[in-house]
């Protein structure tokens, strides 16, 4: 799916592992002293990635879990993703916004899965289930007997625009703060409100009642 690639949220996940070839060389690393030096600070960004995926880790294994469908295969997802930050921590903490550009990482490490493995868009869960009625909360029970027996829920909500399915996603899935959803996605709360209405407004015109 278009949506999980971080350059059409406008966040280019890089491979920074070649230098540039116009920067001059670095010292001479074989002096201990430098040597010394490199150590305590390859130390220091590593306690602050470790630190920063601890924050983030419980959110990326939830919004994992949702898109591959099963425990092992979110924890492999997010391994992944991990791994890639990790290696190149430096150039990531360089970002505008390291939540977001984190957040592309792992979109991407879950597309590449599910291209691998056949996995599903989203997966059919009660958690996904109660979240969609909870946004459609309007709604009678007969519409969401249409939505769900003729449509497919689960399918209108993995049919929405890539921001919109994000929103609904970490809001009414995972039960994320409107500020927290406007960290990782890079865009601000009043952006998040407006996705949730337009979300609403799609999803009521496929069950075919106007708001």
Avoid: N
């Avoid at 960004?45 to 099963?70: C, E, I, K, N, P």
């Avoid at 492999?76 to 991990?82: K, T």
């Avoid at 996603?169 to 709360?189: H, K, M, N, S, W």
Wanted: hydrophobic share 40%; with cysteine.
């Amino acid at each position: 799916m278009a949506r999980d690639s971080g350059e059409a949220r406008g966040v280019v996940v890089r491979d920074p592992a070649r230098p540039d070839p116009r920067d001059p060389a670095g010292p001479d690393r074989s002096e201990p002293g430098v040597r010394r030096h490199a150590d305590r600070s390859r130390h220091r960004l590593a306690l602050t990635f470790d630190a920063f995926a601890a924050h983030h880790h419980r959110l990326w294994l939830r919004y994992a879990h949702t898109q591959v469908g099963s425990r092992a295969a979110a924890e492999s997802v997010v391994e992944s993703a991990c791994a890639r930050l990790l290696a190149y921590w430096p150039h990531v903490l360089l970002q505008e916004s390291v939540a977001q550009y984190a957040w592309a990482v792992l979109k991407e490490e879950i597309a590449r899965r599910r291209d691998a493995h056949e996995g599903p868009a989203l997966v059919d869960t009660a958690a996904f289930d109660a979240a969609a009625r909870k946004l459609l909360q309007h709604g009678t029970p007969d519409q969401f007997t249409v939505l769900e027996h003729e449509m497919g829920l689960y399918g209108a909500i993995a049919r929405l625009p890539e921001r919109q399915y994000d929103v609904v996603v970490l809001r009414y899935v995972l039960r994320v703060a409107d500020e927290v959803v406007a960290e990782y996605l890079g865009i601000e709360v009043p952006t998040v409100r407006s996705h949730v209405r337009h979300a609403r407004r799609r999803l009521a015109r496929e069950l075919g009642r106007a708001r």
